[in-house]
């Protein structure tokens, strides 16, 4: 079943699927709630997700977002899932993957298109769900480790898939298989919007290899500017000496700034230790990344387990996150149920992205978050598999939105996302 596309000019979207009940205004989440209430019996998104109170560590604000979505989403399978049961196989072209024959014996079948390819892999759905894909998923194997190249649902039984990805292991065309299994990681969201948004394998290694593309003249002035003004007897600190936010002038008074604990000197170190192929895998797998990262993780994880307990008719499904006093990021999902099934790789991703930039204390507020759930306006594109589901992409300024909508077995939008991008 082929993709058609269809690009339209300056379209508001202004309602996602009907899955997302009206926002409530009680819960131990005092929050925020976008736009006003919605009736009863119209689409709903965005604008009637309740926004929690900001939960904080370090560099990190991660504002909850709250539904009383009763849509079921037991009916699709996640990649992780379905490559972890076998029933979803992911191959190079050119190798060979196993069918049911009628009497249930399994038969060796070729995929068709020989020859592998960096940007395409073969995917296979034998299982009797929709498989759910999100741009920045990683399957590792192969010739070299790839990640989704794009938000898509693939049918039970449908025929080989030909899968856009890109490559995170730039040193590798060999393997011993070439089979994919499940990594059970998100790329951080510098990578992820290399691929989601400006699907660009030349920026997707460059993002590897930095740790964030943000403000990469900010950054370069922080490496080398910034370290001749350190400020006596601040252990790491720096002064900033940068004009504030929105091009305003700086406070007058000298904030010590601690540089990212990821840089790309910590990146090259694990490159050149734990993995010689420039596997993202295995880079921010490795002792000198993992063990901030995991720190990080399982602090902000309590917190926001705590901070999210005890919800009344009404369940979280989704995230904004800010990094200092910038709204950078929100990934919703069409049920609790669902987002919980990502929120671990999701969060870790995050964290990456949080320990890769500087570690300034301003911090973005409510409203920050409340501005940044506002759709965008833009230029729209709309691909979709007939009767399966539809993506939509829209961009305007610094912002780009995705959205992913089931057609099938009800029109349900699974997955929404909101990016800043970085330059």
Not at 360 to 381: C, I, N
Request: charged share 20%.
């Amino acid at each position: 079943m082929k993709l058609s596309s269809l690009t339209t000019q300056g379209i508001a979207i202004l309602s996602a699927a009907a899955i997302f009940g009206a926002p409530s205004l009680m819960g131990k989440l005092s929050g925020s709630s976008v736009n006003g209430a919605t009736k009863a019996g119209s689409v709903s998104g965005p604008e009637t997700w309740r926004i929690g109170e900001p939960i904080r560590y370090e560099n990190m604000t991660i504002f909850p977002l709250i539904s009383k979505s009763e849509a079921d989403t037991s009916g699709f399978e996640t990649l992780d899932e379905g490559l972890a049961s076998g029933e979803v196989l992911v191959s190079e072209h050119g190798s060979e993957y196993l069918r049911r024959a009628r009497d249930g014996s399994a038969v060796s079948s070729p995929v068709y298109n020989s020859g592998a390819s960096v940007n395409q892999l073969v995917l296979i759905n034998r299982g009797k769900k929709p498989l759910l894909l999100l741009a920045g998923e990683v399957v590792a194997g192969g010739n070299q480790d790839r990640i989704v190249a794009k938000d898509r649902i693939v049918s039970p039984g449908a025929e080989p898939l030909p899968l856009d990805v890109f490559c995170v292991e730039h040193g590798r065309w060999t393997g011993e298989s070439a089979k994919f299994g499940a990594a059970k990681m998100m790329v951080h969201p510098s990578v992820r919007e290399k691929a989601a948004i400006e699907a660009d394998q030349a920026q997707v290694w460059n993002a590897v290899n930095r740790g964030t593309t943000q403000s990469q003249a900010a950054q370069a002035y922080d490496a080398t500017v910034l370290p001749q003004v350190a400020v006596g007897g601040t252990a790491g600190g720096v002064v900033d000496a940068r004009p504030a936010a929105g091009g305003g002038s700086s406070s007058g008074v000298a904030a010590a700034v601690p540089p990212p604990t990821i840089t790309a000197g910590r990146i090259n170190s694990a490159i050149a230790t734990a993995a010689p192929t420039q596997s993202y895998r295995k880079i921010y797998q490795s002792a000198q990344i993992a063990q901030p990262v995991e720190e990080f993780v399982n602090e902000m994880n309590r917190r926001f387990a705590r901070a999210t307990e005890g919800l009344k008719g009404e369940g979280v499904i989704g995230a904004i996150v800010a990094y200092g006093g910038e709204v950078a990021w929100t990934d919703a999902f069409a049920s609790p149920a669902l987002f919980r099934q990502y929120w671990s790789k999701l969060l870790r991703s995050y964290v990456i992205e949080a320990l890769a930039r500087p570690q300034t204390k301003e911090q973005a507020s409510l409203d920050d978050a409340r501005a940044f759930l506002t759709r965008t306006k833009g230029h729209e594109r709309e691909e979709s598999d007939p009767g399966v589901y539809v993506w939509k992409e829209r961009t305007e300024g610094q912002y780009s939105e995705i959205e992913l909508e089931s057609l099938a077995p009800e029109t349900l939008t699974l997955h929404w996302m909101k990016v800043l991008r970085t330059n």
